[in-house]
């Protein structure tokens, strides 16, 4: 492994150390039912990306490592922006040494070194996805986050007090969980403290090969601190941040996603519609986001241009019940009722057991127009 890759390994090997006492290795999660029921749920609704990734999560349990992963790919190919499942397709192989073995046999040090980047990929884009994604659902912190928050202070005062040291000079790893722990606690200003730590090593290490890597890259822990300032209340702090995250990586989309939300929360459709474009330019093959500009359009009144770009949605995504449901949506406001029907029908076919809740409206406004 790289170095990068080596310290998400740390980081989970961390979180295992605290939740059992001893330095194990980061173990694999738990799946909630059993893995036959799993899969024959799966068998049921082969259009669910969470369904592909519960089963997942069951053979992970059984440490069969590669079809964990295939079904990983499965689930952030039926949903691009599942940050669950690309936190545990940046995870799942870690401790499978034939994946590791294997790749060095084939490939040697190219191989390795190209996987690793993937896997830390997938781990900086799930934060990307959600800033405040639940890392207890992987199992990545099993203790409660209050306790982790607890434990972790105690252990950074402790390096404080008796070594004398300054966060910056703390182990990058031990902040990182510190950072998570206090979003989900609430200690939010404590988050921005660490975050801020994180982006100024990180930016250190950018032009030093002397300091040690980081979980994430520069410009994701500035992405997060706008994540932190909007989440604080400081949107206007926030919006030139993210505006400053999407200027030095072109590949964040995430940052013009979330100027999107900050434009439509504010009704001001003309620049939300620019930075729902822009995220597009940036991944177009996302059907998500597609879909997300076909729905500002639509709140914005563009009505054909939003069934439009919600068609090109559709033929991105051809599995994906969502797009179907808005698409049904948007042609009811321009009163196509037959072309409703069609695609509410079809979102009928696809839509996964546990949307059941948006079903029986789908049920509803069928039934309203015939």
């Not at 982006?199 to 250190?204: D, E």
Request: aromatic share 8%.
């Amino acid at each position: 492994m790289n170095g990068k890759l080596a310290s998400l390994a740390v980081v989970c090997a961390m979180a295992a150390a605290r939740c059992s006492g001893n330095n194990s290795r980061f173990a694999a999660p738990h799946a909630s039912e059993r893995l036959s029921l799993l899969q024959s749920r799966l068998a049921g609704d082969t259009n669910d990306p969470v369904a592909y990734y519960n089963v997942a999560l069951g053979y992970w349990s059984h440490r069969e490592y590669d079809r964990a992963d295939s079904n990983l790919a499965t689930a952030v190919a039926l949903d691009p922006e599942f940050a669950l499942a690309h936190l545990a397709k940046a995870l799942v192989q870690l401790a499978n040494d034939a994946h590791w073995k294997q790749l060095r046999r084939s490939g040697g040090d190219t191989a390795v070194a190209q996987e690793a980047r993937y896997r830390e990929r997938e781990y900086a884009r799930a934060f990307m996805i959600d800033p405040f994604l639940d890392v207890q659902r992987l199992g990545l912190l099993t203790e409660s986050y209050e306790k982790a928050y607890e434990d972790l202070n105690r252990a950074m005062d402790w390096m404080r007090d008796r070594q004398g040291r300054r966060l910056d000079s703390m182990p990058r790893t031990l902040v990182w969980l510190h950072a998570i722990a206090a979003v989900h606690t609430n200690h939010l200003d404590a988050a921005i403290v660490d975050v801020q730590s994180l982006g100024r090593v990180s930016r250190h290490r950018d032009l030093s090969s002397d300091v040690s890597p980081t979980p994430l890259a520069t410009n994701n822990y500035l992405y997060l601190l706008a994540a932190l300032l909007q989440r604080t209340g400081h949107t206007e702090d926030a919006t030139w941040t993210y505006i400053e995250v999407a200027t030095g990586d072109i590949a964040n989309y995430e940052a013009h996603v979330q100027l999107a939300r900050i434009y439509e929360a504010a009704q001001d459709w003309t620049r939300a519609l620019e930075q729902r474009r822009a995220a597009v330019d940036v991944y177009p093959e996302n059907q998500c986001l597609v879909m997300d500009l076909g729905v500002t359009q639509y709140r914005a009144g563009m009505l054909p241009e939003a069934e439009a770009t919600l068609r090109d949605a559709q033929a991105a995504g051809p599995r994906d019940p969502r797009i179907l449901y808005w698409l049904g949506i948007v042609q009811r406001a321009r009163n196509e009722k037959s072309e409703a029907q069609h695609s509410w029908g079809a979102y009928l076919q696809l839509a996964p057991r546990r949307d059941s809740v948006r079903a029986a409206e789908v049920r509803q406004s069928l039934a309203a127009l015939e």
